[in-house]
């Protein structure tokens, strides 16, 4: 499985952005994809993410409300859009993947993916 990021840059708080992952390769059948990001200095920690078996998805209560997963199948690609971004949501997104469907309490954290695209920076700043 290849993922392949997109659509990072610089925004203006308040503003919006939208991330896209192109998965290719193997199947992950009702595996599940998911985004991450990690700032300068600080761990990486999960976003949001999408179980492809049901569709059921996650955020991180830092993005909820403001952040929106979604996958369109036809195009094997999953998006994150993001609406007022905030000076904290400056850091560089990755997404990833599994094949397993993760249980919801496992799907933010990353060592259960083992599917990494590279990353695309995000960054808010007037």
């Known amino acids: 499985v290849q993922l392949q990021a997109s659509g990072g840059g610089l925004v203006q708080p308040g503003g919006s952005l939208r991330l896209s992952c192109v998965l290719s390769?193997?199947?992950?059948?009702?595996?599940?994809i998911g985004w991450f990001r990690q700032a300068p200095g600080k761990e990486r920690e999960g976003v949001s993410c999408?179980?492809?078996?049901?569709?059921?998805?996650a955020y991180a209560d830092s993005v909820k409300g403001r952040f929106t997963i979604s996958r369109d199948r036809a195009k094997n690609t999953v998006y994150l859009q993001m609406n007022s971004l905030q000076p904290e949501d400056t850091a560089v997104y990755y997404c990833?993947?599994?094949?397993?469907?993760?249980?919801?309490?496992?799907?933010?954290?990353?060592?259960?993916?083992?599917?990494w695209g590279q990353g695309t920076l995000v960054t808010v700043s007037s």
């Open positions: 390769g193997s199947s992950l059948g009702g595996g599940t």
């Open positions: 990833a993947a599994t094949t397993r469907g993760l249980i919801r309490s496992s799907m933010l954290t990353d060592r259960y993916y083992n599917y």
């Open positions: 999408i179980r492809l078996s049901d569709r059921s998805m």
